[in-house]
């Protein structure tokens, strides 16, 4: 009983501190006179209301969270919060549909950037700001849930990190407690983020287009203002700063506090995964956009390098982000696009996916496999940089990755099952589960999500959820020995 309310106690806090976030688009609306004053006032009166009703009933409460108990909570605010967040929206819009409001919030607070709304440019500035907020906040909360909840299970955040730090960069560099290490690493990103919204308006943007694509490229989140995404600019000053940041956001953010501690690139270069991944995505610019020259898709080599380079690191980055309609793109250059948003970003950022590490203990787990046949009587151990990789690790990594290609191979079925195409099926699905955002077909970068039936809607906002808590956090919850003392 006790686990229960120090859950109820936890979520209370979480949910009056949603609350306060609510009350700034509250001040926004009123300041801006948008006409969404009511549905913040009400959607902030009604959240800290229910956070009270949590808080304190509880207060006495042991605050002890025990592993279960952790892992329950994670599922709950992840699946849960949405509901109190979607208040603005359908107070707002009440034509809106409360499966369509919450794929909406979900979407943000997974860093998706998937959208049913059209009309974004003539939303209340409110009712924008509070999507890219959502943003913003989750993309803070997503850095703190590597760092404490999944080294729990061996299966990423900051074990994974120290697995793969070679060299000079240790982990006693960073902050030894968690919550010392959360505050330096909220600090790296709420400081690279003012840091973006300077340079983008310095680009072209006005402050307040700048502070929502900035807290939409720091979260790789993805949500613009506009209907036409970042197409709408047409500048390509914004999408260079957007790309930069956009890889910053990709790359562990313990690496760029330790690179920022020591005043020095050489963190950077002495990260597996951080040069890993900048080579592959780099890589695959320059080859996406030979692909689209030879096919004739853009005049010159330099205007599909711009447009190639934009799109291709948005989706390899699970931002979101769109400039051009890709999906009238040789079928190559998306489908390649997909295929990075699962294995790019790194652990410890706000990407999705696989992750890098996880792709390069699998590649050399998989090396070492040959060599063990090769040499059978050879003893070698699993290496990154001078780290040797436990076997604990390796097994968890391994489960891990099955896990996730069966949970998309299910998720495509279910909506070939409802009548979807398989291109929109599968594109819908990755894009999900990878929190990347835009699809192909009938979710292609020119549409959006609203077209799709509620049940459909219902299995990608699953995807995105299970995507975002990384599987194993949730479906830990449905296995009973977990349960067990």
Same mark, same amino acid.
């Given at each position: 009983m006790n686990v229960i309310l120090t859950i109820i106690h936890i979520f209370g806090v979480v949910t009056m501190g949603f609350s306060g976030l609510m009350a700034?688009?509250?001040?926004?609306?009123?300041?801006a006179e948008d006409g969404a004053?009511?549905?913040?006032?009400?959607?902030?009166?009604?959240?800290?209301?229910?956070?009270?009703?949590?808080?304190?009933p509880t207060l006495n409460t042991p605050k002890k969270v025990s592993r279960q108990a952790g892992f329950l909570l994670v599922s709950m605010t992840w699946s849960l919060m949405p509901v109190f967040c979607t208040l603005p929206l359908l107070l707002y819009m009440p034509q809106l549909s409360f499966v369509d409001a919450y794929f909406e919030v979900v979407s943000g607070l997974t860093t998706t950037g998937a959208t049913v709304l059209s009309g974004l440019d003539t939303l209340p500035m409110s009712i924008n700001l509070w999507r890219h907020e959502l943003n913003w906040i989750a993309g803070m909360g997503i850095i703190i849930f590597a760092v404490a909840i999944l080294p729990i299970l061996g299966i990423g955040g900051m074990q994974l990190y120290k697995a793969e730090t070679p060299g000079s960069v240790k982990e006693s560099e960073l902050p030894p407690r968690i919550a010392q290490t959360a505050k330096a690493l909220w600090l790296v990103y709420a400081g690279i983020s003012v840091v973006c919204i300077i340079a983008l308006r310095l680009a072209g943007m006005s402050w307040f287009d700048a502070i929502c694509h900035a807290f939409a490229a720091m979260s790789l989140g993805g949500f613009? $203002? %506009?209907?036409?995404? !970042?197409?709408f600019f047409n500048s390509l000053?914004?999408?260079?700063?957007?790309?930069?940041?956009?890889?910053?956001?990709?790359?562990?953010?313990? $690496? %760029?506090?330790?690179? !920022?501690?020591?005043?020095?690139?050489n963190p950077y270069t002495d990260d597996m995964e951080a040069r890993a991944f900048l080579i592959l995505v780099l890589g695959s610019c320059v080859i996406a956009a030979a692909v689209l020259y030879q096919a004739g898709t853009y005049p010159d080599f330099?205007?599909?390098?711009?447009?190639a380079s934009f799109n291709l690191v948005t989706i390899a980055t699970d931002c979101g982000f769109a400039s051009q309609d890709f999906n009238q793109w040789p079928i190559f250059v998306p489908m390649w696009m997909l295929f990075l948003s699962c294995l790019s970003a790194s652990s410890g950022s706000t990407g999705g996916g696989i992750r890098m590490?996880?792709?390069?203990i699998l590649m050399k787990q998989a090396r070492l496999e040959l060599f063990k046949f090769i040499h059978p009587s050879a003893v070698k151990s699993l290496k990154i940089g001078d780290t040797v990789i436990n076997n604990k690790?390796?097994?968890?990594?391994?489960?891990?990755?099955?896990?996730?290609f069966i949970s998309i191979v299910i998720l495509v079925f279910t909506l070939l099952l409802s009548g979807m195409d398989f291109i929109s099926a599968f594109s819908a699905i990755i894009a999900c589960f990878n929190n990347a955002g835009p699809g192909l077909n009938q979710v292609g970068?020119?549409?959006?999500?609203?077209?799709?039936?509620?049940f459909q809607i219902g299995v990608c906002t699953f995807a995105m959820l299970l995507g975002r808590v990384q599987i194993f956090s949730i479906v830990i919850l449905f296995v009973p020995e977990f349960w067990k003392k």
């Open positions: 700034t688009c509250l001040l926004t609306s009123k300041i004053t009511t549905a913040f006032l009400l959607g902030t009166v009604i959240t800290l209301i229910a956070g009270l009703l949590m808080f304190y613009s $203002t %506009h209907d036409s995404n !970042i197409g000053s914004i999408e260079v700063v957007l790309t930069i940041f956009q890889l910053i956001a990709a790359i562990n953010f313990a $690496t %760029h506090f330790i690179a !920022i501690k020591k005043r020095s690139f330099f205007t599909a390098l711009r447009h590490i996880r792709t390069i690790i390796v097994t968890s990594v391994t489960g891990f990755i099955f896990l996730y970068p020119a549409t959006n999500y609203g077209s799709l039936t509620d």
